[in-house]
């Protein structure tokens, strides 16, 4: 059974940074690719970036372009978001999923809070 736990949320000031991780349980080989999304209170979920585990191929979505980085370490299971420059609006719980083709999304984790302060 896929299992995704994320960590690395928290608060931080407007320009700081944080890094989350995103761990499946082993069963990597279920899906080819991984995906970090994100909701602020009030709005859609929105995806902001993806990884296609077997090649890296990386995809930003434009509120994540030149800010945020993509990757995983393969050893360890674990997909990792680092995000710089950090705006309130960046704001939300952000969940990490998994999929295959053009579904990133087919399992979710349960999230992690990062808060950006003004």
């Known amino acids: 059974l896929v299992r995704l736990v994320e960590s690395g949320g928290g608060s931080v000031q407007a320009g700081g940074s944080l890094r989350l991780s995103c761990a499946d349980s082993?069963?990597?080989?279920?899906?080819?690719?991984m995906g970090w999304f994100r909701q602020a209170p009030g709005k859609e979920r929105e995806a902001v970036a993806r990884i296609y585990t077997r090649d890296s191929t990386t995809y930003y979505a434009d509120v994540a372009q030149g800010r945020f980085t993509i990757s995983q370490d393969n050893d360890k299971n674990t997909v990792y978001l680092q995000m710089n420059s950090l705006k309130p609006e960046d704001t939300a719980m952000y969940y990490c999923?998994?999929?295959?083709?053009?579904?990133?999304?087919?399992?979710w984790g349960q999230g992690t809070q990062v808060t950006v302060s003004s």
């Open positions: 999923a998994a999929g295959n083709g053009g579904n990133c999304a087919i399992y």
């Open positions: 082993g069963f990597s080989f279920v899906y080819n690719c």
